[in-house]
């Protein structure tokens, strides 16, 4: 069986492991959990190649109990029934532990046909998924849970790793080497996940070992794709780096925000960029500087119609220049607290002059000096609510400035 590299060199201590010394280092926690023998439901997040299998393995092994895997991708409910029915037999007297990878693939239904069992011992549960729990997994489970993340691994980490592997596939011989700016730039382009690093190893490895016996940079280049990371749309990744532009944003760091913007258009994803952009023009530059949203608007039609790669210049034409606006979120947070009103059902009954059709009482402002006269607007119960607070800055604090003398407050 042509088994792949990475699972040749798995650890099988959590001394070998690279990474995660958080969770599996002298001090970690989940080091110690396991050493002082309790062994309990467990739910490992993190993204792909960051050794959350590799752990459950080494958990297993040393847990003394019977050890029973199923991957989520495949499995079905008659699946996970017949580990439930092990529970009732000789094998499972000592306990059963089901390493169940890729949980986020089970519905509900089957996450629940576990819970019974894990909750009296019968079976203790680990499960992995390179998405958050807390989206996916049944809240019952997380309760009954320890949650351990599992973060991408340092490319120092992975270079022990890779010297590892190395010395596996040669046997003990140096009959292929490795250029010293090759290890750098395959630890590197792993981006994180181990697997993918070794998975590249092995194939350069064949290839030098055909021609020169050298694995190059040029070599490791040829087999690399142009877009590397953990990147899927459709996951929690991808929200990550929407979630980072916009904080980058809001925080006036205009180099982070180009930074997770080109990491965004890297992945091809055009769309949500441009989506979060918008967004960010009236949620934290807002009333500040409301012209962010035109131009904002402008540059995200420009770079529709572009596509890419070009559209990547006038996408970082409008984060540079929302990075560095001044900042407002004073229309967010009224909007969200009159929605807030209205969702505890604040507010029925509107002012009887704004109603139509004859608007008794109401009285036009444009006849009256300077456009304005006071009169009540919001529903009885909220009259003297304030949404909305002007901002420091100078456009709100002129419009302050502006209303506070004409309504002479």
Not at 15 to 42: A, C, F, W, Y
Not at 121 to 129: K, N
Request: hydrophobic share 40%; glycine share 8%.
């Amino acid at each position: 069986m042509n088994q792949p590299l990475a699972d040749r060199v798995r650890p099988r201590d959590f001394d070998e492991m690279v990474g995660q010394q958080q969770l599996v280092g002298k001090n970690g926690i989940l080091r110690r959990m396991v050493e002082s023998g309790h062994i309990t439901n467990m739910i490992f997040f993190g993204p792909p190649g960051t050794g959350k299998t590799t752990a459950a393995n080494i958990i297993a092994e040393r847990s003394g109990m019977t050890l029973r895997r199923l991957n989520a991708t495949t499995a079905s409910l008659s699946d996970v029934k017949e580990v439930i029915d092990e529970t009732s037999t000789l094998l499972g007297s000592g306990g059963i532990l089901l390493y169940l990878d890729e949980i986020q693939y089970f519905n509900k239904k089957q996450q629940q046909s576990l819970l019974e069992y894990i909750e009296d011992g019968r079976i203790t549960l680990i499960a992995s998924t390179t998405e958050n729990p807390y989206f996916y997994v049944y809240n019952a489970i997380i309760s009954r849970s320890a949650v351990f993340e599992f973060r991408p691994v340092s490319a120092d980490d992975i270079s022990r790793a890779i010297i590892r592997a190395l010395g596996l596939l040669n046997d003990s011989s140096e009959r292929v080497k490795l250029a010293p700016d090759a290890l750098e730039y395959l630890s590197g382009c792993g981006a994180g996940d181990v697997r993918r690093s070794l998975g590249l190893l092995e194939n350069a490895f064949y290839l030098a070992e055909a021609a020169d016996g050298i694995i190059t940079k040029e070599l490791l280049e040829g087999l690399t794709p142009k877009v590397l990371g953990s990147f899927d749309r459709s996951g929690d990744v991808h929200y990550d780096l929407l979630s980072c532009l916009q904080k980058s944003i809001r925080g006036s760091d205009q180099d982070a925000a180009v930074f997770y913007l080109a990491k965004l258009l890297e992945g091809g994803d055009l769309i949500s960029a441009c989506r979060r952009l918008q967004v960010i023009a009236s949620e934290d530059i807002g009333l500040a500087y409301p012209m962010a949203a035109v131009i904002v608007k402008a540059c995200v039609d420009s770079a529709r119609e572009l596509g890419l790669p070009e559209a990547r210049i006038p996408l970082a034409n409008a984060a540079v220049l929302l990075a560095t606006a001044p900042k407002s979120n004073t229309a967010y947070n009224a909007i969200n607290r009159a929605a807030a009103d209205i969702a505890a059902g604040k507010g029925q009954d509107v002012p009887v002059h704004l109603r139509s059709p004859k608007f008794t009482g109401y009285k036009y402002p444009h006849d009256f000096p300077n456009d304005w006269v006071e009169q009540q607007y919001l529903p009885d119960e909220l009259k003297n609510v304030r949404y909305y607070e002007f901002g420091t800055n100078k456009t709100e604090q002129a419009a302050k400035a502006y209303w506070d003398k004409i309504k002479n407050t």
